[in-house]
């Protein structure tokens, strides 16, 4: 393989920058991963792999699963579920719906997601699965098909187990998932409080109206485990979710998801360097009717770079020297390999921008007569 640096416009566009300085921030918090949703890049790790106790923050693989229903029609925001004993015995955060009573689905999502209501938890549970136990047998099946391999739900509210843990990785996997497969629910960890059965609650989301942006997603405690938070907040196009967990009080729950949510903003920018079908460069063509043919990428590619390091960022096309003739238009025939500081490298293919034909008999035996000259010049 022969790789060539590409000389390209958008690199002198980089240059110029500031002062360097550390890409990293302490934090208080036991457990802390902080991404860019759209690329997925890690702007912070903190024992990410980390098994940790999830109190409430659960409760979003509870609230996906509903979602999933409703998106799949098996379920109406109008529908109304019975509350069981149990439900309505369950201690902690409570919506304080009522024994024996109904209520709708999109009142009991509320529930969850803004008073963070296990009573609400339990009853749609039970209502959509038959048994906590059914659904939390769905869960984790779920989780494992989302990517979240790391970990294993006991119940639907985040209840203190032994066994039932997550890690901030999946939490954030968990996260985009819902931001990006139910735009149309999403809202819902966004409003600012709510009423039911005259007892009005307000969202606990810390971040909610005092970091720009900021719309949701969930928070959790429990003494195991601490003050937790899954946040998320756009700006200008950006989107970042952060799950921080272990923090000691409700006050620096607030105070360090604020700063950690406003770091990535003001210390990374996302770069959109080549549109689908956008040429990158040339490879040189042997054998045939062309000599080069152009390599253009096959999908759309955006970087997170760091600010003050941008103008290392580095690019290199890798392919097989000479591609042989014939070549189909579209066919992958290289890697653009992207190297950004302190980041792991990206390779994304690069395809054929046209077809290029094989030459015919006496274009081969003129090429070959071309080589061996080279070659004995050489």
Partial sequence: MKAR?????????????????????????????????????????????????????????????????????????TDELPVSEKAWRMQGSK?????????KV??????????????????????????????????????????????????????????????PRDLAILARHLISDFPEYYHYFGEKDFTYNKIRQPNRDPLLGKVQ????????????????????????????VLVANGLESEKARAEEGAKLIEWGFRNFENRGLFKKGEQVGTADVWLGQEDTVPLVADKDLTVVLPLSRRAEMKM????????????????SVAKLHVFIPDQPSIEV??????????????????????????????
């Fill in 106 to 167: 999109e009142d009991l999502i509320r529930g969850v997601a803004i008073q963070s209501g296990n009573d609400a938890t339990i009853t749609l549970a039970e209502g959509l699965a038959g048994t906590e136990e059914a659904l939390v047998e769905r869960m984790n099946i779920r989780a494992k098909e989302l990517g979240m391999l790391n970990s294993r739900f006991m119940n639907v509210s985040g209840w203190p187990d032994p066994g039932h843990y997550s890690t």
């Fill in 213 to 240: 942006g900021s719309d949701g997603i969930k928070t959790g405690h429990t003494e195991i485990a601490g003050y937790g938070l899954i946040g998320s907040a756009t700006r200008n196009g950006r989107r970042l």
């Fill in 5 to 77: 640096t590409l000389l390209l416009a958008l690199l002198l566009s980089l240059a110029g920058a500031g002062p360097s300085y550390a890409l990293s921030i302490e934090t208080p918090a036991t457990h802390a991963i902080l991404i860019d949703v759209d690329t997925g890049m890690v702007l912070l790790d903190k024992n990410a792999d980390a098994h940790m106790p999830t109190s409430s923050m659960s409760k979003t693989m509870t609230l996906y699963m509903v979602f999933e229903m409703l998106k799949q029609g098996q379920v109406k925001l």
């Fill in 316 to 331: 290199t096309v890798s392919y097989k020297f000479p591609l042989e003739a014939p070549l189909k238009k579209g066919a």
């Fill in 95 to 103: 919506m304080f719906i009522k024994v024996g009573s109904k209520v």
């Fill in 349 to 378: 293919s690069l395809v054929a921008g046209n077809d290029v034909a094989r030459t015919g008999l006496f274009g081969r035996v003129a090429a070959r007569f071309q080589y061996l000259l080279k070659k004995y010049q050489q």
